[in-house]
């Protein structure tokens, strides 16, 4: 088709030139006697006009070749725009996850395995993984406004807020809640989750987080609960200072407050806390409604304040020895 265009474009010039010559030469005959002259003029009246229509052409062509240009980068931008837009979401959040302190690589490994999904032919388990997806999700959205619960007892939690503490961790521990409302030994502490949670204590103490814990007895509880005494022996030996808190020693205005109240403060920036249901029978082991991770400034600074006021009436532990009750007859150094 193009070189069909070119051809007749050619004998259309060819056509012009020669039908303009032919006609500039009569008349040059009754101007000019020179028959020289005469086809000189003739030859030239022919040239200026095929320039003139190679001009016309190239200009036509030049229009043909900027529109078409014009279009492409029309569409080149239409193209990019497009492309930008559906980017321009996924930077604006990847920027987001940095300025949060988030790992973006973290971030990104999660995407790509779940893009990897595509592979799974077995429909339960991408059900299952949007479900956990959908679950986190929520936790974020809770966490964006301060709080956040669980229903049940968490064990993710607890041991994520351990594994990532950098400063400090104060927990109170009650008999209501670690020690299923009979012997610290037998309940919480000798659970799965509980070696779990004491291994992952002695590595934030290895790396320079001070742990502090409180456990509030409750009648008859004393010095002699043999079962107390071994798990305070046990976390003291792995740099966790440990306080004992007898129904004596609490102050007043506290005691309704520890019972059935348990919580843990993770680098004074977050509550984590258990929630248990009344107990309508002292038989009835209890039993956990909800657990809580709590943000809000007011709720943290009430909760560091007890704790501070519990630890500075809770008895060290070992006990301490009177110096002077140490060196009567039959003491022991």
Not at 182 to 195: A, E, P, R, V
Not at 269 to 294: C, F, G, K, W
């Amino acid at each position: 088709m193009f070189r069909s265009d070119a051809r007749t474009s050619v004998l259309r010039k060819i056509l012009v030139t020669s039908l303009v010559g032919g006609l500039t030469f009569p008349i040059t005959n009754i101007l000019v006697d020179s028959t020289a002259a005469q086809f000189g003029a003739a030859i030239g009246a022919g040239a200026v006009i095929l320039i003139i229509q190679f001009l016309i052409d190239f200009e036509r062509r030049l229009g043909v070749v900027e529109d078409s240009q014009q279009e492409q980068t029309t569409e080149i931008r239409h193209a990019v725009d497009e492309g930008f837009a559906k980017i321009g979401p996924a930077t604006r959040l990847y920027a987001d996850l940095e300025k949060a302190g988030l790992d973006n690589g973290t971030i990104s490994q999660l995407v790509t395995q779940a893009a990897a999904l595509r592979e799974q032919p077995v429909p339960l388990v991408t059900s299952f993984v949007k479900v956990e997806v959908e679950r986190m999700t929520r936790m974020l959205r809770s966490l964006r406004d301060h709080e956040a619960t669980y229903e049940g007892e968490d064990r993710d939690w607890l041991l994520a807020l351990t594994r990532s503490a950098e400063k400090s961790v104060d927990a109170i521990s009650t008999p209501g809640v670690d020690a299923a409302g009979k012997d610290f030994q037998g309940g919480f502490w000798g659970s799965d989750l509980g070696q779990r949670y004491m291994s992952l204590q002695r590595d934030a103490v290895r790396r320079g987080v001070r742990i502090r814990r409180i456990f509030v007895v409750e009648p008859p509880g004393n010095l002699d609960d043999l079962s107390l005494t071994s798990l305070c022996r046990s976390q003291a030996s792995l740099g966790i200072e440990v306080r004992v808190l007898y129904p004596p020693d609490i102050p007043n205005f506290m005691k309704n407050y520890l019972h059935p109240h348990d919580f843990i403060l993770f680098d004074g920036t977050m509550s984590y806390e258990i929630v248990q249901a009344p107990l309508l029978d002292e038989a009835e082991n209890p039993m956990v409604l909800y657990t809580r991770v709590m943000l809000h400034q007011y709720d943290l600074r009430e909760r560091t304040e007890r704790f501070g006021q519990l630890w500075e009436a809770a008895k060290p532990y070992p006990p301490e020895v009177d110096p002077l009750q140490d060196t009567k007859p039959g003491g022991h150094r």
